[in-house]
Nanobody, 123 residues
Framework: QVQLVESGGGLVQAGGSLRLSCAAS????????MGWFRQAPGKEREFVAA????????FYADSVKGRFTISRDNAKNTVYLQMNSLKPEDTAVYTC????????????????WGQGTQVTVSS
């Protein structure tokens, strides 16, 4: 069982930055691929970014490529999402998730999900 707790969301002006954190319980964090997803009101959940178990490979949605960076610290059981040059369309609830196997690009591969943290970008 893995429990995920996100933090770092908030209200920011367009062009600003936020850093989200996702702390995981358990001693097998390094066994999981980690991802960030987001869901805006009235929209489907969408993939944002993901990292393989070691952090050696990272993946991004085209909409955030070049602005967001995913990283992980396996010693701290934490994955981060650094978000720069934020836009109003980035407003959403951001949720981290852990995948034991399967492609980290596919939501169905994820076994555990956090509760989410709200990010609001004002224009």
């Amino acid at each position: 069982q893995v429990q995920l707790v996100e933090s770092g969301g908030g209200l920011v002006q367009a062009g600003g930055s936020l850093r989200l954190s996702c702390a995981a319980s358990g001693r097998t964090f390094s066994s999981y691929g980690m991802g960030w997803f987001r869901q805006a009101p009235g929209k489907e959940r969408e993939f944002v970014a993901a990292s393989t178990r070691s952090g050696g490979n990272t993946f991004y949605a085209d909409s955030v490529k070049g602005r967001f960076t995913i990283s992980r610290d396996n010693a701290k059981n934490t994955v981060y999402l650094q978000m720069n040059s934020l836009k109003p369309e980035d407003t959403a609830v951001y949720t981290c998730a852990a995948a034991y196997r399967g492609s980290v690009l596919t939501a169905t591969a994820y076994d555990y999900w956090g509760q989410g943290t709200q990010v609001t970008v004002s224009s």
